[in-house]
């Protein structure tokens, strides 16, 4: 048993006895110390109004009243546009693209109250598609003979 207790105490002083590594470099720099700097930290804006949340959205103030027209046209075969006229929950629009089958396709849209949204399409023109002819992917094997 004591010869356990000296292989330990001859381990343990050997550990404590080897020499400790030596760095030869640059020494480390100094810490750069900068001067204090005071935040006053940003005031907490509460919102108007609180979420509430699992509530319906609250009722316009007043009616909602607007016109709006836009149309593009180019060169590029672009040809859209859209309209809409609202007063109040009475909204009356269309809207138009030219489809690359050559034909324009019109819609034509009343959002009346709770109705919802009632659209009725149109198509004007004939649909045009080019030929197609795919090339084989395959090559048929040559024949010798």
């Known amino acids: 048993m004591t010869a356990k207790i000296v292989v330990l105490a001859v381990l343990v002083a050997g550990v404590f006895a080897r020499p400790q590594p030596q ?19 940003a005031p907490v804006l509460a919102p108007a109004h609180p979420p509430r949340y699992g509530l319906p959205a609250p009722a316009p103030v007043g009616p909602a009243q607007y016109n709006f027209d836009y149309s593009v046209s180019d060169n590029f075969g672009n040809d859209f ?3 809409e ?3 109040g929950y009475n909204t009356q629009g269309a809207y138009y693209v ?10 034509t849209y009343v959002v009346n109250g709770d109705s919802g949204y009632v659209a009725q399409v149109e198509y004007q023109g004939v649909a045009k598609y080019p030929a197609y002819h795919p090339a084989p992917s395959y090559h048929p094997a040559p024949s010798y003979g």
């Open 81 to 83: 546009g859209h309209q």
């Open 23 to 41: 760095f030869y470099g640059a020494p480390a720099p100094a810490p750069i110390r900068h001067a204090p700097v005071h935040v006053r930290p």
């Open 98 to 107: 030219q489809l690359p089958d050559g034909r324009l396709q019109k819609v």
């Open 85 to 87: 006229n609202r007063n």
